[in-house]
């Protein structure tokens, strides 16, 4: 696959990125100590890292010619392909599970901690507003499947992949989409759902067809959610 991002480029969007990360975490952390922030406060945060890191790809993409086509937009992705990578995706997930759980028995161990879920904070007493629902809804359905694979596989592995040897990028572009996480109950599964997302990104030469996968496995996390919190 012809890559068309540099190395400069991954860098220079990795560090873009991750100043606007650091933002959003600091809003989180302030929500914390401020009754005056409240999760709709977090969630529009998270929308506008979103929304820049969109603006910021696009930036990238125009500097090396056709956008569509330095960001893999270009092609179709093929529809079976998409739930393969989800079935696969929920595969690892639940292998992780198991895991742990079969750790806990066997060897007497408290891992409660990497059984958690994504850094999402926990509704207060009254529950979520469906200001805040709407919003969570938007970024972890919408906006994160767009701007994280337009970033990391898009920019990222691409760039990565023009210097280094597939395996390299696909492990790197992983591990950093795992990291942004911020929980280490999901660090591991996530960082092996990365590698699928990579994998079927560069064999589809499809953009679509991680952005696809990510938005339905975001999108039965967030149902879940929402069942459980009802």
Aim: glycine content about 8%; aromatic content about 12%; proline content about 3%.
């Amino acid at each position: 696959m012809t890559n068309y991002f540099r190395l400069s480029d991954a860098f220079g969007a990795l560090v873009v990125s991750t100043v606007g990360l650091i933002f959003v975490v600091g809003v989180v952390f302030a929500s914390s100590f401020s009754a005056s922030l409240s999760d709709v406060n977090i969630w529009v945060a998270s929308l506008g890292w979103q929304c820049s890191i969109v603006v910021m790809v696009l930036v990238f993409a125009r500097r090396r010619g056709n956008i569509f086509r330095a960001l893999r937009l270009d092609k179709t992705p093929n529809i079976q392909v998409i739930f393969l990578g989800l079935g696969l995706s929920y595969l690892v997930l639940i292998s992780y599970l198991l895991l742990i759980v079969a750790l806990e028995v066997t060897l007497g161990l408290d891992l409660s901690s990497f059984k958690r879920g994504n850094a999402i904070p926990l509704p207060g007493a009254e529950g979520r507003s469906f200001i805040a629902w709407m919003l969570l809804a938007v970024t972890t359905i919408c906006g994160a499947p767009v701007a994280e694979e337009l970033l990391y596989r898009g920019v990222i592995f691409q760039g990565f992949a023009s210097n280094w040897p597939n395996w390299i990028a696909h492990s790197l572009s992983a591990a950093l989409f795992s990291i942004t996480h911020l929980d280490i109950g999901v660090v591991i599964p996530i960082f092996g759902i990365g590698i699928i997302f990579s994998i079927i990104f560069a064999r589809q030469k499809s953009l679509w067809a991680s952005i696809g996968i990510h938005a339905l496995f975001n999108m039965v996390g967030f149902l879940a959610m929402f069942i459980s919190e009802m």
